[in-house]
């Protein structure tokens, strides 16, 4: 282009032929130079050619760099028409006008083009000139792509155009940009426009490709026979528009039944109608690129809202089916007028305050069979009130209870649309007009139509996200155990995050499970991998680590246990864990672990925190390698931290940082357990880059005192049934707890005498925990566990584990290395 503009020759050309780039033609002999400027994003000139140095008298060093409207004014009065003046000058302006002012500003996205009269003071004269003013035509066309460059203008001389050639109708003059025989593309580019659409043969793609660099602007659309590019309105200003007419009206073309009149009215109603369809669309694309941002159901519902206010509407509600506000599955069946509809969104532009205590967010409702809300939701279909008369609003505030929302609705234009997705009506918008603005018409009811559909599916989404989150999150939850704040001797808090990239779902977990002996087993896993199977292989493992925790196998056996069972679940099986018994009364923690991050011990005595050293194993599933158990002694108020890698470990960072800060939030004072655990989750969750889910248990290990614990040996004699129901009797009204005497008298002699009868040796214990509960333990040395029975009438044996199993808050048994355990609780009284 530049090359055609920096020469400024003028060739003579056969008419119907093109010329070189950079040159405006018409259909007789000529050609003139174009003025070239490119304008960039910031509104500032790019590019300045050496025509328009020539046209604008502005050098190239000069305008380089400065703002294009200061260069191409557009600032100017538009001259009386002139009934007289020659054709063409009736639309001229002192400046370039409000059309090329809205490209420069960005507000048109499509080629615009126009005629002005500029007074240029420096510029280069030529033999026809007149002066200082000079009569231009110009051309706007916006430029898409990732350069800086936003808006291209074209300029030219429009009185050396009717200098070359009187006979020139300068309005239907447009810029050519010249097809080369010898251009190196065209070939190329005709032969692959048919690999883009298929039914174009290669002669029809040669035509399109010479349309397009002859004409030098696209072809926008065509169809099987005939294809039509799309083109500015090269006589642009609306005055010469009605000029053309009356030329048109005074013609041969003029219908004899019309009078000049009716050819203005019928145009202005098309070009009134071709801007009210542009606009619509406009707002339609806008709408669209405004809603949707969130999978958020709330978010996006008030994104949709606030889209239509106050430009499509003054006021907007919108009403969701329950089943969707409540993130349930798909709505089955029609509404009726027993379906409840849930306010979720309320925009307008009335004072603050107005509708909220008439209409409040959030208030669910039916609605009768008469209201056009009613008519709305049943046949998915948009219904237009023009106006809502005195009598309708009666109706419609009828069901809304002791409040009058006739002032707020009477007299105005309302519009019902449906929230529709895969023909079912989810929800349904009520858009008001004031009374002062215009009414709604039947283009705005296929605008309201249109957006709803498109709110409907962004709604869709949004509701089939919240419920799928919504199920796997139930999920999840019913996967995690409930575990009790306090167990034997230890205060326990926990915490679970989801995963916050690649789903809801995951394999960590948490558990705890109580032993013999006042003993907890403590219990963090994580399996490998995200979504269903990691959470279904998640349950299996944490079945099997409470069915292993109750047989009270040592720590190292029962990750060995695990290890071989998820060797024969499959090959995918992999998951760390870590293991710890914690024995109260011993004060000591036994401690294996299967490639899991190690657990931090903060001591009570100093507040200080250290990861313990432990033998890291290989992971679960790996097989054919031992676990270790360490024993580790512990005080009263030590706290045992254990915790996934989701929560330590960030991408791009070396997990020995999140290790340092969990050591370090794990030591920080607390008011409870809960405050210890959201004081790590803050420290460590508000680092960025978490994506995997987090299981976090902490357990405050406040052991158990001597004075609460009671102890005797008994021997195999049949008398010592009698002598264990003696001393428990005497140590509870020590402890004062003489209200649980009886029943506990009466249940320990049932389990001594069952030992006495089975035992192997002469070596029985008896102890008694006073904590939460009372726990009572019989221990013996045979391996056999006795089970609950149905004596009959005449049976001898059978009756003491039914005794037990009536009278006890719980009660259970258990093999240990040396034999059996028999336990129950009872609850303490209230004091």
């Known amino acids: ?189 005709a032969r692959r426009l048919p690999e883009i659409l298929p039914s174009m043969s290669v002669d029809e793609g040669a035509r399109i490709v010479a349309q397009v660099l002859e004409l030098g602007y ?32 005074a013609g041969s073309e003029a219908d004899p039944a019309l009078p000049r009149d009716a050819y203005d009215a019928q145009d ?41 206010v106050p430009r499509f509407t003054d006021v907007a509600g919108t009403y969701l089916r329950e089943q969707v506000v409540a993130g349930e599955g798909f709505p089955d069946g029609v509404p009726d007028t027993t379906t409840l509809w849930h306010r979720v969104a309320l925009e307008h532009t009335d004072e603050p305050g107005r509708w909220d205590d008439v209409v409040p967010v959030g208030e669910a409702m039916p609605f009768p069979a008469h209201t056009p809300f009613f008519q709305c939701m049943t046949t998915g279909e948009p219904v237009l009130v023009p106006r809502i008369s005195a009598q309708l609003g009666h109706m419609i505030a009828a069901q809304f209870e002791k409040r009058d929302i006739r002032p707020l609705i009477t007299g105005r234009s309302m519009l019902v649309v449906p929230l529709k997705a895969r023909n079912v009506v989810l929800g349904f918008m009520v858009l008001l007009r004031h009374p002062e603005r215009v009414e709604f018409n039947d283009m705005d009811r296929v605008t309201g139509a249109e957006l709803a559909a498109r709110a409907g599916l962004v709604l869709d989404n949004a509701r089939m996200y919240t419920y799928q989150e919504s199920v ?75 069915t292993m925790a109750a047989l009270d196998l040592p720590p190292a056996q029962l990750l060995r246990n695990l290890d071989d069972l998820a060797q024969r679940l499959g090959e995918h099986y992999l998951a760390t864990c870590v293991y710890a018994i914690y024995d109260p ?96 989750i803050r420290a460590l969750n508000t680092r960025g880059g978490r994506k995997d889910d987090v299981a976090l248990l902490m357990a405050r290990l406040n052991g158990i005192e001597p004075e609460d614990v009671a102890e005797w040996r008994l021997t195999s004699d049949p008398a010592e049934a009698r002598r264990a129901r003696a001393v428990v009797r005497e140590q509870l009204h020590e402890w004062g707890l ?5 029943p506990a008298e009466l249940m320990v002699g049932e389990l001594v005498a069952n030992a006495v009868r089975h035992a192997r040796s002469r070596r029985i214990a008896l102890r008694l925990v006073r904590g939460d509960t009372l726990l009572c333990e019989v221990a013996d ?46 609850t303490l009284p209230r004091r």
């Open 1 to 189: 282009m530049e090359s055609g503009t920096s020469r400024g020759t003028e060739v003579d050309t056969p008419p119907g032929r093109t010329a070189a780039n950079g040159v405006a033609e018409h259909a007789g002999a000529g050609r003139v130079p174009l003025a070239v400027v490119a304008v960039d994003r910031d509104g500032l000139v790019s590019h300045w050619s050496t025509g328009a140095r020539r046209l604008f008298g502005v050098p190239k060093e000069d305008a380089v760099g400065r703002p294009a409207v200061d260069l191409l004014p557009v600032s100017g009065v538009l001259p009386e028409e002139d009934e007289t003046a020659p054709f063409g000058a009736y639309a001229a302006y002192d400046g370039f006008g409000p059309g090329l002012e809205s490209s420069l500003d960005g507000r048109h996205f499509y080629p615009a083009a126009g005629r002005a009269r500029l007074s240029v003071p420096g510029r280069e004269r030529a033999a026809h000139d007149g002066g200082d003013r000079v009569d231009v035509l110009w051309w706007a066309y916006p430029l898409v792509g990732p350069g800086r460059e936003r808006l291209l203008v074209l300029a030219a001389d429009a009185g050396a155009l009717r200098h070359a050639d009187d006979r020139v109708a300068v309005e239907r003059i447009a810029p050519a940009f010249a097809l080369h025989t010898d251009f190196p593309g065209a070939e190329e580019l």
């Open 218 to 249: 696209p072809v926008m659309e065509f169809s099987q026979n005939d294809r039509v590019p799309v083109t500015p309105d090269w006589g642009v200003p609306r005055r010469a528009g009605r000029r053309a007419r009356r030329e048109r009206a």
């Open 268 to 308: 202005e109603r098309e070009d009134l109608e071709y801007v009210a369809v542009r606009e619509r669309l406009e707002f339609l694309n806008e709408v669209s690129g405004r809603i949707g941002t969130s999978l958020d159901l709330s978010r996006t519902v008030l994104e949709v809202s606030r889209a239509v």
């Open 472 to 546: 796997a999150e139930t999920l999840q939850d019913s996967m995690l155990p409930q575990i009790a704040p306090r167990m034997a001797g230890c205060d326990i808090a926990t915490r679970y995050l989801p995963g916050t990239l690649l789903g809801r779902v995951g394999g960590d977990w948490f558990d705890s499970v109580k032993l013999p002996g006042s003993r907890t087993a403590l219990v963090v896993g994580d399996v490998m991998g995200h979504g269903l199977n990691s959470a279904a292989m998640m349950g299996q493992l944490r079945t099997a680590v409470q």
């Open 585 to 680: 009364l011993a004060g000591e923690l036994q401690i294996a672990n299967a490639g899991h991050i190690p657990p931090v011990l903060v001591r009570a005595a100093d507040g200080h925190s250290d990861l313990l050293d432990l033998p890291t194993g290989a992971p679960i599933g790996v097989g054919g390698v031992p676990f270790e158990a360490v024993r580790v002694a512990v005080a009263p108020g030590d706290r045992l931290v254990m915790c996934t890698d989701g929560l330590v470990e960030v991408r791009g960072e070396d997990i020995g940082v999140g290790l340092a800060t969990l050591c370090e939030s794990a030591a920080h004072p607390a008011a409870s357990m809960d405050d210890a655990c959201d004081t790590i």
């Open 738 to 742: 003489r209200r649980l005497a009886d």
């Open 781 to 826: 040395d045979d391996h056999t566990l006795p089970t609950l029975l149905s004596a009959g009438p005449g049976d001898e044996y059978g009756r003491g584990l039914r005794v037990v199993s009536t009278l006890a808050r719980e009660w259970g048994t258990s093999r240990t290395s040396g034999g059996k355990t028999v336990w129950f609780e009872l």
